[in-house]
């Protein structure tokens, strides 16, 4: 609706035609002058469209009039007038439209100052739209600056996108940790089972070790464990050894081994009792039984003495061997050698053992140790008029003969 209001004559009210942009006239009377002016001839009035189409009503015809008769679609200024344009100055300064005034004939009248048509309203009768003019602007209806996000929401969008990185990065560092610690996991299992092979391979070499250790020939280990056990017997005028062997004696004390010979000028005469001694050490041992044929003695004592350890199995030529006696009442002498052979006793005594070892008078009833410290035989004799030939009765055979093994 044109500014001035509704139902308000418009300042041409000329009987002139109402005519569309291409000239011909939209039912206007028969006769009617073509001189007259159209809609919007007046430099002040708004003008709808400037296009083909004036956008206006038949001259002498109500503004309303006109306005009912546009086609659909918002009007430039439907609800409020252009900034600075007051539809009631121009209509009230307007004059009627005069021949001279109107614009030629299809011409549309210029529109004013500061007004620009809106760029898609369709001509009168139908047809194309006129084209929007470049850079024209709907007067009251500014154009709409692009949306711009405020400076909290670009802050708050960067730090969501911040976390969510350091999110992901800490992710991937917690994923990787994960797998580096399983891999030394890993890694400590292997090396401890490797290390648990080591040392369990360690362990059988030093019981290996220790098994090669014990069967190598040491004397001065083999004397030191077996001393304690051995005595100097002293019967009447006669000098020898005695050991003690196996557990101790029935009632306390304890079981020695001694050669027949040793006591036998006490034993003879009914004496029944021997003395021992071992460095400042001295105390009384009787004869419990003898065994002249081959030539053994066993005595008791009540003393407490830690008995020796006979061997299972007999000895074997070359096995190494040390004695251990009184030569000539010399206590706690040592002496090495190696089982020579088996011999027969010359007296018909049975088997005996040859060895190189040096014994002298007094050696007689001594122990013969091998290398593992268990008793082998007991030191007996030696060949008269040479050197390096002793012999002894097989532990075996004594053991048979007296059971106090």
């Given at each position: 609706m044109p500014?001035?209001?509704?139902?308000?004559?418009s300042a041409a009210?000329?009987?002139g035609?109402y005519?569309?942009a291409?000239?011909?006239?939209l039912?206007?009377?028969?006769g009617?002058?073509?001189a007259?002016p159209a809609?919007?001839?007046?430099?002040g009035?708004p003008?709808?469209g400037?296009?083909?189409a004036?956008?206006g009503?038949p001259a002498g015809?109500?503004?309303?009039?006109?306005?009912q008769?546009?086609?659909?679609g918002?009007p430039?200024?439907?609800s409020a007038p252009?900034s600075?344009f007051?539809?009631a100055s121009v209509?009230a300064?307007?004059a009627?439209?005069?021949?001279s005034s109107?614009p030629?004939?299809?011409v549309?009248?210029?529109a004013?100052a500061?007004f620009a048509?809106?760029?898609?309203v369709?001509?009168?009768?139908g047809?194309t739209?006129?084209?929007?003019?470049s850079?024209?602007t709907?007067?009251?209806?500014?154009?709409?600056a692009p949306?711009?996000l405020?400076?909290?929401?670009v802050v708050?969008?960067?730090?969501?996108?911040v976390?969510i990185a350091?999110?992901v990065?800490q992710?991937?560092?917690?994923n990787?940790l994960?797998?580096?610690l399983?891999?030394?996991d890993r890694?400590?299992?292997?090396?401890?089972?490797s290390?648990?092979?080591?040392?369990?391979?360690?362990?059988?070499?030093t019981a290996?070790?220790a098994a090669q250790a014990g069967?190598v020939f040491?004397p001065?280990?083999?004397?030191?464990a077996?001393?304690p056990?051995v005595?100097?017997?002293?019967?009447?005028?006669?000098?020898g050894?005695?050991?003690?062997v196996?557990k101790?004696?029935?009632?306390?004390?304890a079981n020695?081994?001694?050669n027949?010979?040793v006591?036998?000028s006490?034993?003879k005469?009914?004496?029944?009792?021997?003395q021992?001694?071992r460095?400042s050490?001295?105390?009384t041992?009787?004869?419990v039984?003898?065994d002249?044929?081959?030539?053994?003695?066993?005595l008791?004592t009540?003393?407490?003495i830690?008995?020796?350890v006979?061997?299972?199995?007999p000895?074997?030529?070359?096995?190494q061997?040390?004695?251990?006696?009184?030569p000539?009442?010399?206590?706690?002498?040592?002496?090495?050698?190696?089982?020579s052979a088996?011999?027969?006793?010359p007296d018909?005594a049975?088997?005996v053992?040859?060895?190189?070892?040096?014994?002298n008078?007094?050696n007689?009833?001594g122990?013969?140790?091998?290398?593992?410290k268990k008793v082998v035989g007991i030191?007996?004799?030696k060949a008269?008029?040479?050197?390096?030939i002793?012999l002894?009765?097989p532990?075996?055979i004594?053991c048979d003969?007296?059971?106090?093994?």
């Amino acid at each position: 609706m044109p500014p001035g209001g509704a139902g308000q004559p418009s300042a041409a009210t000329g009987a002139g035609p109402y005519r569309p942009a291409g000239g011909a006239s939209l039912g206007a009377p028969a006769g009617a002058s073509s001189a007259a002016p159209a809609v919007g001839a007046n430099p002040g009035a708004p003008v709808m469209g400037s296009g083909p189409a004036a956008g206006g009503g038949p001259a002498g015809s109500p503004a309303g009039a006109a306005w009912q008769a546009r086609p659909s679609g918002p009007p430039a200024y439907a609800s409020a007038p252009p900034s600075g344009f007051s539809g009631a100055s121009v209509h009230a300064s307007a004059a009627p439209p005069s021949a001279s005034s109107a614009p030629p004939f299809g011409v549309p009248a210029p529109a004013p100052a500061g007004f620009a048509p809106p760029a898609s309203v369709p001509p009168a009768g139908g047809g194309t739209p006129a084209a929007p003019i470049s850079g024209a602007t709907t007067p009251g209806y500014p154009e709409k600056a692009p949306r711009r996000l405020a400076w909290p929401g670009v802050v708050a969008l960067t730090l969501v996108a911040v976390l969510i990185a350091v999110a992901v990065l800490q992710a991937l560092q917690i994923n990787q940790l994960s797998d580096r610690l399983a891999e030394a996991d890993r890694r400590n299992a292997d090396a401890q089972s490797s290390d648990d092979g080591r040392l369990r391979a360690l362990e059988d070499q030093t019981a290996q070790l220790a098994a090669q250790a014990g069967k190598v020939f040491n004397p001065e280990a083999v004397a030191t464990a077996v001393l304690p056990s051995v005595f100097r017997v002293k019967a009447g005028n006669f000098l020898g050894t005695a050991f003690a062997v196996g557990k101790p004696a029935t009632g306390g004390g304890a079981n020695l081994f001694t050669n027949f010979h040793v006591v036998e000028s006490v034993w003879k005469a009914g004496g029944r009792e021997v003395q021992l001694e071992r460095q400042s050490d001295k105390f009384t041992a009787t004869i419990v039984e003898v065994d002249e044929e081959n030539d053994l003695a066993h005595l008791r004592t009540s003393e407490k003495i830690s008995g020796l350890v006979v061997a299972d199995k007999p000895v074997k030529s070359g096995q190494q061997i040390i004695v251990v006696g009184s030569p000539l009442g010399l206590s706690d002498s040592v002496t090495t050698g190696v089982v020579s052979a088996f011999r027969n006793d010359p007296d018909g005594a049975g088997t005996v053992i040859q060895f190189d070892a040096p014994i002298n008078p007094g050696n007689s009833g001594g122990p013969v140790i091998n290398g593992e410290k268990k008793v082998v035989g007991i030191a007996t004799a030696k060949a008269r008029d040479a050197e390096g030939i002793g012999l002894a009765v097989p532990i075996g055979i004594a053991c048979d003969s007296i059971s106090i093994c």
